[in-house]
């Protein structure tokens, strides 16, 4: 992955009509990043309801590094908790190699159909939602 020292790290919340939550990620996700990202991820899958989908656009991530990689895993337990599916679009081709590296690909599944699913318009909301949902896990006493 091309590093490129670029202190405009930044996060970009949105919601579409649908409860779908979408965080543009720009710049890079590393040690000084990770736990934004995370944290930010985690008030979007707190709302109730959690939101169906939580897209992680990382058309303009300019490097992920473990701690980087350790955030993704995070929120991607708390969205599997939650009920919520995390997709990873836009994923630049050094990201998609650290995934197979590490041997976490099969974590965030396929690139290529997050990038069709984003391609469907509306996140191609209308046909999966109701297989989006997972069963909650029962409430802690």
Do not use: K
Not at 40 to 56: G, M, N, S, V, Y
Not at 88 to 108: M, W
């Amino acid at each position: 992955m091309t590093t490129h020292y670029d202190d405009s790290f930044g996060l970009t919340t949105t919601w579409d009509d649908n409860g779908n939550a979408r965080i543009r990620i720009t710049g890079d996700l590393d040690w000084d990043t990770a736990e934004e990202l995370t944290r930010t991820a985690a008030d979007c899958l707190r709302t109730e309801p959690a939101p169906r989908r939580l897209r992680l656009d990382c058309e303009h991530l300019t490097l992920c590094d473990s701690l980087g990689l350790a955030s993704l895993l995070m929120i991607h337990r708390h969205a599997t908790e939650v009920g919520t599916r995390l997709h990873l679009t836009n994923r630049p081709a050094a990201l998609q190699r650290l995934f197979e590296t590490t041997g976490t690909s099969h974590v965030f599944g396929d690139a290529a159909s997050d990038a069709h699913d984003t391609d469907r318009g509306n996140g191609g909301e209308q046909g999966h939602a109701a297989a989006a949902r997972a069963p909650r896990p029962p409430a802690q006493p």
